[in-house]
């Protein structure tokens, strides 16, 4: 069942922040909407949240019609970027909220509250005020909060983006352990492409107010169907008229069919993994203007076979099918 | 496993930031060094405390003095004499009406101005202070044109007891609408927001979150208004006509004692007035501290 969107369209003035959203996200799933800043992810979130109306179009949850339902009636959870918390309340008052507005007997809320208090690890903080904790737990509590009232569909826009690089890597294992455990159909929104392909089983790219493709982790970093998709999900170096990942060049010490010559500018080695500047000895395309160096990447183990040195002339080519898998490329202005 | 990071107890206390809420300063240890002045700051506190004594303190003190100088019967006298007594519960009535009438319309007023946009919103956000910056006779002169003898409404309260309340309620009205405006349009929109995906409806979302959050400003504005109020004098007298036993506020008594040369029933008069007016501050903020930290 999930949620499903037909046809949204959603305007602010004159300008058009969704087109035309069609979507179908599974029931349990954990789905991220990816896209970079202005893309419209808020505005589709808050759309399914109930928060924003849309101009055209139907959304549906676990089912029901909910366009014209508001956020109240929808049975959802929504996590805010900046907590949200109700901040005269302690952190049990906050959890117990919804359950409060619902009417649920006393000590039954008590019981629940308890029960996501451990969920979610903050069992001896409730009657702490949000103010007195970390941003990492604040987080928390706030997930808690949202579900308490067992929401067909919880709704997190960027979650950890208020919150730094290290408590936000722990947060971002612990959300996929407790979407394992609950179960929940979540969908979340982030413009960090690393966790979303880290965190969850969808990903839907959005660009421009419109979605530019859906698929696992997988399918989305191997086979982007656009070039928008290529260059917002991993990194891309040009050779010729072809655009593809770093890790997708081959080196060879000695020219092979296809290849191409060149220099080392740079070699940079992080950890295992080596990456190199090539600058070729001419442009293998025929697009004119200056051609950028290519950008490589190698392991470790690969760089020391061919024993490679800053300055070594080598030959570099587009990697053919390596270990079974189509290596994609696109042409430089193909567009979509 | 990642979990266990957030298990720890250590970790997950560390980053907990401190908060100088009232109650939180009980707790710290008293053997710990009472102050944290430093030099600067000493000097800092020395300046305020003398700035404070000769602005307030002292005279303040001196009135007290001057008010019990011909002994407690007078005192006590003056303020069970039936005139003043009449003068003082119509005042302090008619302040606490005005506070329960803009605590209600301030709310309003500010609320409008800060969550809809409208055409003629900066003339309203212009005018609300005009109040407060008129000279509080003409404030009692503007009051007489439209609720005077010559009323184009045909409503005349010159001389009777609404006359207090009305002006009154003219000169505090700016008071909540200033204190409340900011904080509400500091309120983040998220937090109603999630109230409403947990289920609560507006009304609920009002009383249970946004009410709370603006209880200090609310507050702090109440506190403004009745202090204000019960001092009120300019605008009293061009409105209330100091019939005595009918439309005489209290600050009229101060005046008339004075003019008669009796300076220890004016500082009577006056100490009453500011007992009440301080009692009503500590009273408002222990409540809502109480509030805060329930
Ligand atoms: N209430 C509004 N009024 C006018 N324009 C709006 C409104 N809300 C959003 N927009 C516009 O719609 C576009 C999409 O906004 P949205 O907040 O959905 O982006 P986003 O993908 O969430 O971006 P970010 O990653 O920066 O949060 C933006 O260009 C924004 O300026
Ligand atoms: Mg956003």
């Known amino acids: 069942m999930g949620i499903e969107i037909h046809h949204v369209r959603k305007t602010f003035g004159s300008f058009t922040a969704l087109e035309d959203i069609r979507l179908s996200v599974p029931s349990g799933g954990l789905t991220a909407l990816l896209g970079p800043s202005g893309s419209g992810k808020t505005t589709l979130l808050r759309i399914l949240g109930g928060q924003e109306e849309p101009d055209a179009g139907s959304v549906y949850l676990a089912g029901r019609d909910v366009t014209r339902l508001p956020a109240q009636q929808r049975n959802i959870g929504f996590v805010f970027q900046h907590y949200a918390a109700f901040t005269h309340m302690t952190v049990a008052k906050n959890v117990a909220f919804g359950l409060e507005v619902r009417k649920t007997p006393k000590a039954q809320v008590r019981r629940r509250v308890q029960e996501l208090l451990e969920l979610v690890q903050l069992e001896r903080f409730g009657d702490r005020l949000p103010a007195q904790l970390s941003g990492g737990q604040r987080q928390r509590m706030a997930l808690a909060r949202a579900l308490a009232v067992d929401p067909s569909v919880l709704l997190l826009d960027e979650p950890f983006g208020a919150l730094d690089a290290k408590v936000r890597k722990e947060l971002r294992d612990w959300l996929r352990q407790l979407h394992e455990e609950v179960h929940v159909t979540s969908v979340f929104v982030t413009h960090d492409q690393e966790e979303a392909l880290e965190v969850a089983d969808t990903v839907v790219v959005m660009n421009q107010g419109r979605i530019e493709q859906v698929g696992t982790p997988e399918e989305i970093y191997d086979h982007p169907a656009s070039d928008f998709v290529f260059g917002f999900i991993g990194e891309v170096t040009r050779f010729g008229e072809l655009r593809l990942r770093p890790h997708d060049v081959e080196v060879t010490l000695d020219p092979e069919s296809g290849s191409h010559p060149g220099r080392i500018t740079r070699l940079t080695r992080i950890g295992f993994e080596v990456r190199l500047e090539v600058v070729l000895d001419s442009d293998p395309g025929s697009l004119g203007g200056a051609h950028p160096p290519v950008n490589v990447q190698l392991s470790r183990t690969e760089s020391q076979a061919l024993d490679l040195q800053q300055w070594d002339a080598i030959w570099v080519r587009p990697r053919a099918a390596a270990g079974g898998r189509e290596v994609e490329v696109l042409r430089v202005g193909a567009g979509r | ?294």
Request: charged letters at 15%.
């Open chain 2, 1 to 294: 496993m990642p979990t266990r990071a957030l298990n720890n107890p250590a970790s997950a206390t560390a980053g907990i930031p401190f908060s100088p809420g009232r109650t939180r300063s009980k707790r710290r240890p008293r053997s710990r060094r009472r102050t944290t002045l430093t030099r600067p700051a000493g000097l800092a506190l020395g300046i305020s405390v003398l700035w404070f004594s000769l602005l307030v303190m002292i005279p303040l003190a001196l009135l007290l003095i001057s008010s019990v100088e011909d002994g407690w019967s007078t005192f006590w006298d003056t303020l069970t004499n039936v005139q003043t007594a009449h003068a003082i519960r119509l005042t302090l009535v008619s302040a606490l009406a005005a506070t329960a009438v803009n605590l209600v319309m301030g709310l309003l007023i500010a609320w409008v101005l800060v969550r809809d946009r409208f055409p003629g919103r900066w003339l309203i956000e212009l005018m609300i202070d005009i109040p407060f910056a008129l000279p509080s006779l003409v404030a009692g002169l503007v009051l007489l044109s439209l609720y005077g003898p010559e009323s184009p409404l045909g409503i005349n309260v010159l001389g009777t007891p609404a006359s207090v309340f009305l002006a009154l309620l003219f000169v505090t009205l700016p008071f909540v609408v200033r204190t409340v405006q900011p904080v509400l349009g500091e309120l983040d929109r998220d937090v109603e927001r999630a109230a409403h995906s947990l289920g609560a409806s507006r009304a609920t979302t009002v009383r249970r979150i946004i009410l709370p959050a603006l209880t200090p400003a609310l507050a702090a504005g109440a506190t403004l208004c009745f202090a204000r109020g019960v001092g009120e004098f300019g605008a009293l007298v061009i409105l209330s006509g100091n019939r005595p036993n009918i439309s005489e506020g209290a600050p009229m008594r101060i005046q008339s004692y004075i003019e008669v040369d009796n300076t220890a029933a004016a500082a009577t008069v006056a100490v009453l007035l500011l007992a009440t007016a301080l009692t009503a501050t500590l009273l408002v903020e222990v409540l809502t501290s109480q509030e805060r930290h329930r």
